[in-house]
């Protein structure tokens, strides 16, 4: 996507189809390694998660068509990369439409059946989702292929150029690292909910978090385009607009996420109420919102940015600011609160808008040195 980006930005449509093509190549060596070990371990996987056997033998095929199928996965995912990359966010978006309306009506057809087809049961779930992502993938191509995009790509150019395929997984190796450090950082900070709270402060948590991304959408989406017209202006040389570009993204995430924190501080209940009807799990949940929620703000700051900088191809900057703000402070400052202090999940809650703060001073700082200008894709 950054490749893309900055190509496009360079008015060189063949080099960004070349960087697209590219990326699929490594996405489909790695998925290949991946998806085999996946389908030949399917129950070793399950066993490892805490399966008992029964569950087990009962889940392995539906982890093999999964598995056997990621690769389609992948390819809806980056396939849509590159179009927001080159500015046609519209294809990505029916992209993904299309597969989810698809899978939506195959998973009741395939898992319970219709008339006198008896279904497949949880094994026709993978199935339905693989068959409605592969249409979302088939929409996907006929774009990328027949010269509707902006993108001029080649099937020739999928053949590995090895200088760009280093280049590429030179930029790409920090985002995973980033997704990475984020994601272990979740992990932890339920680890310490579950240890304080216990099966309802869990239930509670995680009810939260699921609201909160619902909502953040949007955010993130705007995020993504900041990333996608930073690129494009870098790519053209206009480094003033690139950064008109992120203080404008920034001033539409704060109304949005400013709107969004004002909804979760005086109607946080309700929404929680219409995921669950524990009362105990709505009290942990609505908590867990009102906290959270008083980092909308920053938080939708500190994502632009944070997109800036990988629009820009300075992929290290962010993983650096997650490794301090995520790993330095979060974890440890969320162990203090919930478990010296004895707050417990409510200490959790509040590590979490405090760390997102240190993420958008760090990012703010950093944005206006001004390093990322001077990165070279």
Known sequence: KKQDAIRIGEKNPEAAGKAGM??????????IILSALGVIYATDILLLMGASAETAREGTPFIRIMMGGS????????INGIFRGAGNAAIAMKSLWIANIANIILCPLLINGIGSFDGFGLTGAAIATTIGRSIGVSYQLYHLFGGRSS????????LPDWKQVLSIIKIAAPG????????????FLAKLVANSGGEIG???????LRLMMFFMLPAWGL?????TLVGQNMGAGHYDRAVESVWKTIKYNIIFMGCVMVLFLTLGEFFVGLFTADREIIKVAAEAIRIMSLGFIIYGIGMVLVS??????????PTWINIGAFWCFQIP????????????????FIAIPVAEVLICIAGYILFRIGKWKTVKV
């Open 22 to 31: 590219q990326t699929i190549f490594i996405a489909v060596a790695i998925n």
């Open 151 to 158: 993108i001029k790509v080649k099937l020739a150019q999928i």
């Open 308 to 317: 800036t900088f990988n629009g820009a191809g300075d992929t290290r900057t």
């Open 333 to 348: 400052f969320a162990y203090l609160l919930s478990d010296v202090w004895d707050l417990g999940a409510t200490g959790v």
């Open 202 to 208: 869990s239930a509670g948590y995680q009810t939260a």
């Open 71 to 78: 690769l389609i996965i992948v390819l809806l995912f980056l």
């Open 223 to 227: 995020s993504n385009a900041a990333a």
């Open 176 to 187: 995973v690292l980033q997704f990475v450090i984020a994601s272990c950082s979740w992990i």
